[in-house]
């Protein structure tokens, strides 16, 4: 189904020797570039003369063909009618260029709009100007790629319909940009909606809304496998060519208004040629991942999801109930798998006749009976039976936690990490709510500034001495592998670093067996530190019947509080902490102090978002379907569920020695002390025995 997809890409990221980029191309398998800069030099800097003595030359010495010019063509202001003029004569010689090139495709924009002015007000002159390129290119039988992009006319997806649909020419056609619709803060998918008819090229590219930054493909927010896989569904067959911007290079600057240090503002610790094979084979495991979508056992596009459960306990149990009763569209539950005789009798009452029951998760996996297994077994067995399924490229959502230990979750993780193809999810069904997806977002907007503070009291676990004693393997160590941080709190561990970031030490007070009579623990306070210095606290337990759920963000530029994870607040300052710090005087303070002028530094928005549970858990199945079926992104990847893991065991790690953890810690170090506490359990228990 791909062999008609191509890989292509500006080559100029590699670097500014022409030699270079051409033996890093040839080396990563690939066959196209799209020209851009050569030897320092603009390719529309040459002329045809140097064109036909030295770079064609060297690209059939390298067997490298062109997929696209990366012409300035349209990267003029609109009202330069000077600078216009140069650009059809400079169009002229490119087109000539790309004929002796063999190249059908030359990349171009559609103006600059001058600063502070409505782009609206020259729609009639661009497309003059668009329509006098296309006839250009009509002439030499080239087409004209419209790259959408900030500051020009096109940079939204409804000015370049608008473009395409007024040019009206078989000479001019579109090329997808996902990270520049991105940075124009244009949702990818909509703009994919809106102008497929008229796409005849991708940049691979992507970015994050919130910081605008470049990042690896499919990283990001452009949505690049949800629409490529949609596309190539539709019979699309072309070229994608990587745009990765990833580092600095040398011609970019040629290329943007603003300053190359605004646009590429994080050093990743990569090179050119890093960068570029990192992005490579990020596109590369995109497309497996398409295409094993796209073709199922006997070459036919998978239209639904074969579930598997293994494990149908309370949890497992409700899953199979959800997927039974048609909640997860175009998915099916067709096995399930318990180790209980007493869950086949349940199964046989509850489930259609048509699910099949098995005691050995094995059998089930190896029975071509699903397409995706979720698991809900005890929590030492999750990494366990993913790794199986994995290895049977089975698609694979894990209950929370993802394991009990990094150690094996990272082995978990590094397998899927093998196998693109296959979609690897976690059931954090939190990250669906839209209470804390909205306090991300907030956060990662910027909206309260850098963080300084992060405080979470989740107290709302109270648990009986009676609900420790109905299973023999319930807050044990060798059962669960740990207390309320290993059971209950989860998806508040997994929350906080979503939200906040992962802390770089912590330093942790855990109370074992201090309330009821358990091994683990049931009462924790935490103290964490962030890479920037900021701090944070996480207090949690079992043994609070009134219980408390504050949940606090402190940056430099507001605050946002939580309570009983339904009611927010938000106080988004109208000027920074530092900058108030600055500015105010003693008698500003005195005012404060007196309340005020208390509304004239910050403004408070108030929303409350009741308690989803159930809905949420569905919502998981149903993204991680559509991710199977469209290449829809993941909410919870599974590879992100050994942070809250990682937070987990650095606060027992502390705790049991007394110290500060720095992460990443000594994997080995923690299973050795887990162990110490798995066989001292152990011990006692042949003792009571005795």
């Known amino acids: 189904m791909l062999q008609n997809i191509h890989i292509s890409g500006f080559s100029d990221e590699i670097s500014s020797d022409f030699t270079t980029q051409l033996e890093t191309v040839k080396n990563l398998g690939m066959n196209y570039i799209s020209i851009r800069g050569v030897n320092e030099k603009n390719f529309s800097e040459y002329s045809i003369d140097e064109l036909n003595e030295y770079i064609k030359p060297k690209l059939v010495e390298y067997n490298i063909k062109v997929s696209s010019i990366g012409s300035p063509i349209g990267k003029v202001f609109v009202d330069d009618n000077e600078g216009f003029e140069k650009q059809v004569d400079l169009l002229e010689k490119l087109c000539k260029m790309a004929n002796i090139l063999d190249c059908k495709y030359i990349r171009m924009f559609s103006f600059y709009i001058p600063k502070d002015k409505n782009p609206e007000d020259y729609r009639d002159e661009v497309i003059k100007k668009l329509k006098i390129f296309a006839s250009i290119a009509e002439k030499y039988n080239v087409i004209l790629l419209h790259e959408n992009e900030k500051d020009i006319y096109g940079d939204i997806a409804s000015r370049c319909l608008t473009i395409f649909k007024e040019v009206d020419s078989d000479n001019f056609k579109g090329i997808f940009d996902f990270a520049n619709f991105v940075q124009c803060k244009e949702d990818t998918k909509e703009c994919y909606k809106l102008l497929k008819d008229y796409i005849e090229y991708y940049h691979i590219k992507d970015a994050n809304q919130a910081d605008k930054e470049n990042v690896v493909c499919g990283t990001g927010e452009g949505k690049i496998e949800e629409i490529l896989t949609d596309a190539i569904r539709n019979g699309y067959e072309g070229f994608l060519t990587m745009e990765p911007h990833l580092v600095i290079f040398d011609s970019l600057k040629d290329l943007e208004l603003e300053d190359v240090h605004d646009i590429i503002k994080t050093d990743k610790g990569l090179d050119g040629k890093s960068a570029y094979a990192l992005q490579y084979k990020s596109l590369v495991d995109i497309l497996k991942s398409i295409d094993f979508r796209l073709k199922t056992i006997g070459g036919r596009e998978m239209k639904e999801v074969r579930f598997g459960i293994v494990g149908i306990g309370q949890m497992g149990g409700s899953h199979a109930t959800w997927l039974a009763e048609g909640k997860v569209k175009n998915a099916r539950l067709t096995a399930v798998c318990d180790v209980n005789p007493e869950k086949k009798e349940w199964a046989l009452e509850k489930l259609p006749k048509d699910v099949k029951f098995f005691d050995n998760y094995i059998d089930m996996l190896d029975s071509k009976e699903i397409d995706a297994v979720l698991i809900a077994t005890p929590h030492y067995d999750h990494p366990v039976i993913a790794i199986e399924a994995l290895n049977r490229d089975l698609h694979t959502l894990v209950e929370k936690p993802a394991g009990v230990y990094t150690k094996k979750v990272r082995e978990m993780n590094e397998l899927a990490e093998s196998k693109p193809h296959l979609t690897f999810g976690m059931m954090f069904n939190q990250r669906t709510n839209p209470l804390y997806q909205k306090i991300k977002e907030i956060v990662s907007n910027g909206e309260i500034g850098e963080i300084r503070r992060t405080n979470w009291i989740i107290t709302t676990w109270w648990r009986p001495q009676a609900?420790?004693?109905?299973?023999?393997?319930?807050?044990?160590?060798?059962?669960?592998?740990?207390?309320?941080?290993?059971?209950?709190?989860?998806?508040?561990?997994?929350?906080?670093?979503?939200?906040?970031?992962?802390?770089?030490?912590?330093?942790?007070?855990?109370?074992?067996?201090?309330?009821?009579?358990?091994?683990?623990?049931?009462?924790?306070?935490?103290?964490?530190?962030?890479?920037?210095?900021?701090?944070?606290?996480?207090?949690?337990?079992?043994?609070?019947?009134?219980?408390?759920?504050?949940?606090?963000?402190h940056g430099d530029k507001g605050k946002i509080l939580v309570e009983g994870s339904k009611k927010v607040t938000v106080k988004r300052m109208k000027e920074s902490e530092n900058e108030l710090n600055k500015r105010l005087t003693f008698a500003d303070v005195a005012n404060l102090f007196r309340g005020e002028g208390m509304s004239d530094i910050f403004d408070v928005e108030e929303f409350e978002i009741p308690d989803q549970w159930g809905t949420q858990h569905i919502n998981v199945m149903i993204n991680f379907t559509e991710a199977i079926l469209e290449g829809t992104p993941l909410l919870a990847p599974g590879t992100e569920g050994i942070k809250g893991v990682m937070l987990s065991n650095a606060m027992h790690l502390s705790s049991w020695l007394g110290k500060d953890v720095e992460l990443p810690f000594n994997e080995d170090l923690y299973l050795s002390e887990l162990n110490k506490r798995i066989e001292e359990e152990a011990k006692n228990k042949e003792e009571v025995f005795v």
């Open 467 to 553: 609900y420790y004693d109905m299973s023999s393997w319930r807050a044990t160590w060798s059962g669960e592998g740990g207390g309320v941080l290993a059971n209950q709190a989860p998806h508040q561990l997994d929350l906080w670093q979503w939200i906040c970031g992962m802390p770089s030490k912590v330093r942790a007070n855990l109370q074992f067996g201090s309330h009821r009579n358990i091994a683990v623990e049931d009462d924790v306070t935490a103290f964490v530190e962030y890479p920037n210095g900021a701090t944070g606290t996480f207090i949690t337990c079992t043994h609070d019947i009134l219980g408390t759920d504050r949940f606090e963000i």
